[in-house]
């Protein structure tokens, strides 16, 4: 595809729920981001690959989160045991290269609702 | 810690006057700065960075170092600039995570 794509669009979870979250980046980016965007904030970082490597996953919240990039492409970010507190839009990204002249190119967004 | 403030949540000029969208930051070191910007129902996207002191869309930012700023001008706005835009902040280098403050929304009056 053109551009960075993200499904579901739109999940809603009952507190407790697993939610798996998946991106498909732009053919060929070494680099994939996730992070998440809380209602009237700005993006918070998750977690960061470079290729099928996660090199930082300072950002994931809790133990709860977790993601993964197994053949370097495609990467899913799980959410077991949901809490309220998890409702957010959660970005994927990538970027071609790693560094930060790199240009980076956003999904659309996951928008997670816990209930 | 590293920190990057918009003080404004909402902007909002008439057609044709000037805007100015504040960005300050907080870094010891040398940072890079971003302005992204997500227009309505669009997906974020890279406006323009300080290092390439470019300008895009009629919009300029200049990095200021004493005053730890880097505000978002436009000299005369339009009706399609109405848009989220965020400031974030990189450390640089190979450093790949973004700082970010927390928008602001800027609305464009006809």
């Known amino acids: 595809g053109a551009g960075v794509s993200q499904s579901p669009r739109y999940k809603v979870a009952k507190r407790g729920q697993d939610v798996a979250l998946r991106c498909d980046p732009i053919?060929?980016?070494?680099?994939l981001f996730w992070y998440q965007q809380a209602l009237g904030q700005g993006p918070e970082f998750l977690t960061y690959?470079?290729?099928?490597?996660?090199?930082?996953k300072s950002g994931l919240p809790s133990d709860r989160f977790f993601a993964e990039r197994p053949e370097g492409s495609v990467s899913t970010l799980k959410i077991q045991r949901t809490q309220q507190e998890d409702s957010a839009v959660y970005l994927c990204?990538?970027?071609?290269?790693?560094?930060?002249?790199?240009?980076?190119?956003f999904g659309e967004g996951s928008w997670l609702t816990v209930v | 810690a590293q920190r990057v403030t918009q003080p404004e949540k909402l902007l909002s000029v008439f057609k044709g006057a000037p805007v100015e969208l504040k960005c300050n930051y907080s870094?010891?070191?040398?940072?890079?700065l971003f302005w992204y910007v997500q227009y309505s129902r669009q997906r974020l996207q890279l406006l323009l960075r300080?290092?390439?002191?470019?300008s895009i869309k009629g919009f300029t930012a200049d990095l200021n170092k004493g005053e730890t700023s880097f505000h978002l001008k436009k000299p005369f706005a339009q009706e399609e600039d109405s848009a989220m835009y965020y400031c974030?902040?990189?450390?640089?280098?190979?450093?790949?995570?973004?700082?970010w403050g927390a928008g602001t929304k800027l609305i464009i009056k006809p």
């Open positions: 300080h290092i390439s002191r470019e």
């Open positions: 053919s060929g980016h070494v680099s």
């Open positions: 974030a902040l990189s450390e640089g280098g190979s450093n790949y995570q973004l700082i």
């Open positions: 990204a990538s970027s071609p290269g790693h560094g930060s002249g790199n240009t980076i190119y």
């Open positions: 690959f470079q290729n099928e490597a996660q090199l930082d």
């Open positions: 870094y010891s070191g040398s940072p890079e």
